[in-house]
């Protein structure tokens, strides 16, 4: 009998470990009227997270982004059909660009062409800036949408219901 349960514990031990690597942040799920998020949220912590200019992300860590629209509604100024999409970001230093995708697998290493080219929705955000600042990167439902932050910057996503 103690060697089973030893035998339980050693595989208990091994299991958790390797699934404490796969998910080194945090995970967060905020829901809005019109929208439902789940990310992994970067900290600075962890180091500079968010990718240099111009090359698309997961926008979050370790899986992918996930967006569900319960119903239509306008994303980013883009009529949207209800659903669950991953949302892909390319960030610029003025602005970023948007892309939802029906895609809800997309690894660290996924084709950004096939993603720009299959994109449900395709729109630029212009970036606005905080005195506050955050540590983590953060994305908030507010009244008007959502609001993504990391450091001083802001983007808006307006999501409204047709």
Known sequence: MKQITS???VMLF?????FAKDRMSKHV???????????GQPSKKQGNVIPEFGKAWRTGVDEPTIVTLPKGCMFAGRQVNPGTYSLVTIPYKGEWI??????LNLDENFDAEKVKAENLLYSNELIGHSAKGVDAFTIEAVK??????WDNSNIMI????W
Do not use: C, E
């Open 14 to 18: 091994a299991f958790g470990s390797s």
């Open 98 to 103: 948007i892309y939802l995708s029906s895609n």
């Open 144 to 149: 008007d949408g959502l609001l993504v932050s």
């Open 7 to 9: 035998l339980a514990l």
């Open 29 to 39: 799920t905020v829901k809005g009227d019109n929208v439902t998020v789940t990310y």
């Open 158 to 161: 307006p999501v409204q219901p």
